[in-house]
Nanobody, 120 residues
């Protein structure tokens, strides 16, 4: 089992910045990909960014150039630096970890989420 705990959310004005953190614990040895997702009220949950063990990253078009995902493998922590925040970035942000076992099974784990609110 993998446990994920997000932190760093809060209230910020448009144009401001926040840095989210997600710390993984438990059976963390085989985590291959970590990512951030978000869900706004009345909307579907959407992918924000992912990063693999080699630190190769992908971003949703809506956040390219503004958000940066990174990870510290020694600390088992993934970060999301959010700059130039917009009101439409307001959502609950969730951390996700993909665990690939040696025999090929894949498991996904989710954190409880952290609220990000951007005021205009």
């Amino acid at each position: 089992q993998v446990q994920l705990v997000e932190s760093g959310g809060g209230l910020v004005q448009a144009g401001g910045s926040l840095r989210l953190s997600c710390a993984a614990s438990g059976s963390i040895f085989s985590i291959a990909v970590m990512g951030w997702y978000r869900q706004a009220p009345g909307k579907q949950r959407e992918l924000v960014a992912t990063i693999d063990s080699a630190r190769s990253s992908n971003y949703a078009d809506s956040v390219k150039g503004r958000f940066t995902i990174s990870r510290d493998n020694a600390k088992n922590t993934v970060y999301l630096e959010m700059n130039s925040l917009k009101p439409e970035d307001t959502a609950v942000y969730y951390c996700k970890a993909e665990r690939v076992l040696v025999y090929g099974s894949i498991y996904n784990y989710w954190g409880q989420g952290t609220q990000v609110t951007v005021s205009s």
